[in-house]
């Protein structure tokens, strides 16, 4: 059976300087006293990100990217944790190290992800928010879950005069290019995938399907049909 | 001489229905009594969105996408207009289409972009605000001009809760991977290159170099030394 997965909307809390104290108890849970290996890639500074999540999150935490060869160490992992930042940059660094295609073998690993990190779990990066600032070598990528997450899930302001298209536009989009499901996770929520079940946590979330009116999720809603085949 | 180009932010004044009712001026001084093909496919629905954009401008507008030939038509067009929507959408299906090339080789016609449309104008669309609903093949576009420009540019709103990223730090993400200088333009603000020389309109603008304070620019800015080789 592959590995649990916890999909975080955000890692600083509105307000909070402290990463992940707004997931503190499903973050230990989740990690338990494994070897955890974080995955800095979406970020430029891949020393000051480690050492930022590693004092926060009080786990064994250790550096992916120092590793002589990360690929496989990640082929082996425990478990990772996928940090935040551009997912476009993400992506194609994992893809040009071969760290994609070694989480993809190390299926049963418990996974962790955090905006960018929650969209390299889907099974491709169609329902980022972030800016394309380097060519990621195609979208595809590890498909932990079968459906899309939009990580930071924004409500229309009505007072706004931006006409750009709001979020919930975005994602009517891309059901215009693609079937699936897709889980607009506000701020301070995420999915946690254990065994067969996939539950809601931490704040309330929006459901989007093709050709339907969008849902209200409540924090606590079992998910679990989005990964029955 | 390569043709003149102008750069929309939005197609939409805020709280106006009728779109360019904005811009009414500097795009009849582009277009004048030229034929103009529109490219619609930025949108799902080509025929509405032409039909919307066709009684709004008041030029001599063709639909390229009822050709029988869509690239055959653009290699030859005088002037070609590329409407906003989703950028991965646009690029993925002109370059499926043969236009993508059929533009490049036609560098004389007089080009006019609005927000997709403008995206992909430039180098490649690393600052598109859209979603990459469709894996486009690449990120590389027209190079009309040789730098980028991020439209609907939107500044901080210091009461947001939102804890993805600002419009300017995704710009700095860009200037993370990419050296060239990025124009925000506001809603209602274009950029015009006539012959050899390039002007701000519309509205003010954000100028980002890498490595430097971002700086505003007001509506009318000579910005020449952008395409000056």
Redesign the interface.
């Known amino acids: 059976m592959p590995g649990d997965v916890l999909l975080l909307?955000?890692?600083?809390?509105?307000?909070g300087a402290v990463p992940f104290a707004h997931a503190r108890e499903v973050l230990a849970g989740h990690l338990g006293d494994r070897t955890v290996w974080f995955v800095p890639y979406a970020l430029?500074d891949h020393d000051a990100y480690f050492a930022w999540v590693a004092e926060a999150l009080g786990v064994d935490l250790r550096p992916l990217h120092r590793e002589p060869d990360p690929a496989a160490t990640a082929a082996t992992a425990e478990a990772v944790f996928v940090g935040g930042?551009?997912t476009f940059?993400l992506l194609h660094d994992v893809r040009r190290l071969g760290i994609l295609d070694a989480l993809r073998s190390n299926d049963a690993s418990r996974y962790t992800g955090s905006?960018a990190g929650t969209n390299l779990a889907q099974p491709?990066?169609?329902?980022?928010?972030?800016?394309?600032?380097?060519?990621p070598g195609?979208?595809d990528a590890l498909a932990r879950v079968p459906f899309h997450v939009n990580?930071?899930y924004?409500d229309p302001d009505p007072a706004s005069?931006?006409?750009?298209?709001t979020r919930e536009e975005?994602?009517h989009?891309?059901h215009?290019?693609?079937p699936g499901p897709v889980v607009g996770l506000r701020?301070g929520a995420w999915l946690h995938r254990t065994g067969d079940t996939l539950a809601l946590g931490g704040n309330t979330a929006r459901l989007f399907r093709r050709g339907e009116e969008p849902v209200e999720l409540a924090a606590g809603t079992d998910l679990s049909w989005l990964i029955s085949s």
Do not use: C, K
Request: proline fraction near 10%; charged fraction near 20%; glycine fraction near 10%.
């Open positions: 909307s955000n890692s600083r809390p509105p307000g430029a930042g551009n940059r905006s491709a990066i169609h329902t980022t928010n972030d800016m394309p600032i380097v060519d195609g979208l990580p930071h924004l005069t931006h006409q750009g298209e975005r994602i989009e891309f215009e290019m693609n701020e």
